[in-house]
């Protein structure tokens, strides 16, 4: 291997090691941000709460429980979204410093692009390093050797 091999090798290690590090980040950030989901479902239980009192005591009727529902369904639409892109980040955390899934990492880059600006940021960086014929190798050889594969499950 010649030093410009060596070094390009390190440089590629080290973009994996600051990738991975930043999914694992990103990844974090929307479990706590699943945080807002349940705000939005208790803020639901509430409502329906509320507005069943208020039609018990209110002669003319309940005013629409649609309302409520909406916050409960917004609640557990956004709770689940971001602790799905946790689980995907936390696996690409995971498969980037093992060298392996590569194809697997760029489509969780491409869904990482939908968070503007970080995600977005996050998901371009993963397609240039990835990109790289150097870091193919890495991955390859890694499936190579037998310690990777290329589907998700394992």
Same mark, same amino acid.
């Given at each position: 291997m ?13 973009h994996l090691? =600051?990738?991975?590090i930043?999914?694992l980040?990103? #990844? ?15 803020? %639901? ?7 069943a009192r208020?039609? !018990? ?5 309940p005013?629409?429980e649609?309302?409520a /529902?909406?916050f %409960?369904?917004? #609640? ?9 892109s946790?689980? =995907?980040?936390v ?18 880059? #491409?869904?990482?692009?939908i /968070?503007?600006?970080?995600?977005t940021?996050?998901?371009?960086l993963?397609?240039?390093?990835? !990109?790289r ?10 499936? !190579? ?5 290329? #589907?998700?499950?394992a």
């Amino acid at each position: 291997m010649s030093e410009d091999e060596i070094r390009q090798t390190i440089v590629d290690q080290e973009h994996l090691k =600051l990738l991975s590090i930043g999914y694992l980040i990103s #990844g974090c950030l929307d479990a706590f941000f699943s945080l807002l989901g349940l705000f939005y479902i208790f803020m %639901g239980v509430f409502l329906s709460r509320v507005i069943a009192r208020a039609g !018990a005591a209110n002669m003319q009727g309940p005013p629409p429980e649609f309302v409520a /529902w909406i916050f %409960g369904f917004l #609640g557990v639409a956004i709770l689940l979204i971001m602790m799905a892109s946790f689980v =995907l980040k936390v696996l690409v955390y995971q498969r980037l410093r093992q060298r392996r899934s590569r194809i697997f990492c760029m489509v969780v880059a #491409g869904l990482t692009c939908i /968070w503007i600006p970080f995600g977005t940021l996050l998901g371009v960086l993963t397609f240039l390093v990835l !990109a790289r014929s150097s870091v193919i190798r890495l991955f390859e050889e890694t499936d !190579a050797a037998g310690q990777g594969d290329s #589907g998700v499950g394992a």
